[in-house]
């Protein structure tokens, strides 16, 4: 039925942790939607600018079930508690069994199914981290290049102020010369005269 509708369900990080610890109450917490992917794209005029990485990733959380992988909280809290405890492919095929065993209404062959989904869940999540992480870098880089532009632009600007009130300076005092050599022959021709 969420497939139908366009959105997938997904747990929240507070009821995956809830289905780990395993008590009643905390597994009481609501599942959330997955939003729609409608108006995403993070530019205006329709044109999808994110990274290959960052729309991959939200594919697959929107087609694949969302953070659960379709999974209720409950079972993926057990999934998770038993799957986090590995470190070996053996230690992980007896977590996986284990995992069988502790949801009665989970095979063996769908657990396998969802190791198979978490795998690709993390290595999607680490593509889309490592894309946001070089964004932010491309991002802060362009913050600085506009900056150093802005300040030999200000630079240039000063230069430019000054150069302009220095010569401003001359061509007064320039006038001011101008002035007194009129003034001093004034005052010659008028010497001259008496």
Known sequence: AAAATGTATTTNSAATAAAASGTEAENAVAEAPVPSRAGVGGARGGEDTRPREVRAWEDFLFSRGGHSGGWDAYDQGVFLKHRKQCHTDAEVEQALQAVAAALPGRSLAQVRQHEEWYKEYNFLLEQQRAAVQRWRAQQQEERQEQL????????????????????QARKHAAEQARRKAQVEAWREQQQQQQ
């Open 148 to 167: 150093q532009r802005q300040e030999a632009l200000s630079k240039e600007q000063q230069r430019k102020q000054r150069r302009q009130a220095q010569a």
